[in-house]
């Protein structure tokens, strides 16, 4: 099928230069270089197809953009081709899970310091954030839980936060919490978690995780969460 090469450059420019924008802003980018790679190549492409033209690099052929109407169409369809072509047999073969459980969160260095500074493991922190706030850095919950890790006004106080909503205040401060509650209940993830959603009274008032649906569900979760997706 022939792709009309003013409708697919528009298309291309917008896609080139939002991947740009987004790997310049100040925010850690969540594309890799194999991903800016392609970015070059589409820009590559955009321009000849700008150009109306295109140059068989196998025969070293060029195309001119003025034909007769009648070799116009087919000679357009297939310069279409072969560009999509080319850029099909450009771009590496990827495992899409993989890519996105590797990039699913945009604080993968914060995560990876926090979790040597306090041992914690990184898919537990990456999966307390998922579940606590979905990693939207300004969640606030009814009760007033703020942040990634979702960090009560009291708790973040204790542990010296000026700003919650920072993600790096907040990662760090949630890992060194989530760090001391591991050591209490001896290595034990299911009260550390338990404490973390419903306070360590609870977990020492009915010894062991809560008959609370809601803390249950998500002890469940962030472990599971933490083996399977980010394992």
């Known amino acids: 099928m022939a792709v009309n090469p003013s409708t697919m450059a528009q298309l291309l420019s917008l896609s080139l230069y939002s991947g740009i924008q987004s790997q310049s802003s100040d925010q850690q980018s969540p594309f ?12 590559s492409l955009l321009t000849m197809m700008m150009n109306g033209s295109y140059s068989n690099s196998s025969s070293g052929r060029s195309i001119p953009s003025e034909r007769s109407s009648s070799a116009s169409s087919l000679s357009s369809t297939n310069t279409d081709q072969m560009l999509w072509q080319q850029l099909a047999d450009t ?71 000026t700003n919650p909503y920072d993600p790096a205040q907040n990662i760090e401060a949630g890992t060194r919490y989530l760090s001391h509650l591991i ?49």
């Open 32 to 43: 890799s270089s194999t991903d800016h790679d392609a970015a070059q190549l589409f820009g």
């Open 91 to 161: 771009l590496p073969t990827r495992n899409i899970t993989d890519s996105l459980k590797k990039s699913n969160s945009d604080y993968d260095v914060i995560i990876q310091e926090m979790s040597a500074k306090y041992s914690v493991p990184a898919p537990l922190i990456r999966s307390v954030i998922d579940t606590e706030s979905g990693g939207n850095p300004n969640a606030t919950s009814s009760s007033g839980a703020m942040g990634l890790m979702q960090l009560m006004p009291g708790t973040a106080a204790e542990l010296g936060v």
């Open 183 to 231: 050591k209490r209940y001896n290595g034990d993830d299911r009260l550390a978690l338990a404490a973390y959603n419903a306070g360590s009274g609870a977990v020492q008032k009915y010894g062991g995780v809560p008959p609370f649906p809601e803390t249950q569900t998500y002890v469940s979760k962030v472990l599971n969460k933490a083996q399977q997706t980010y394992g």
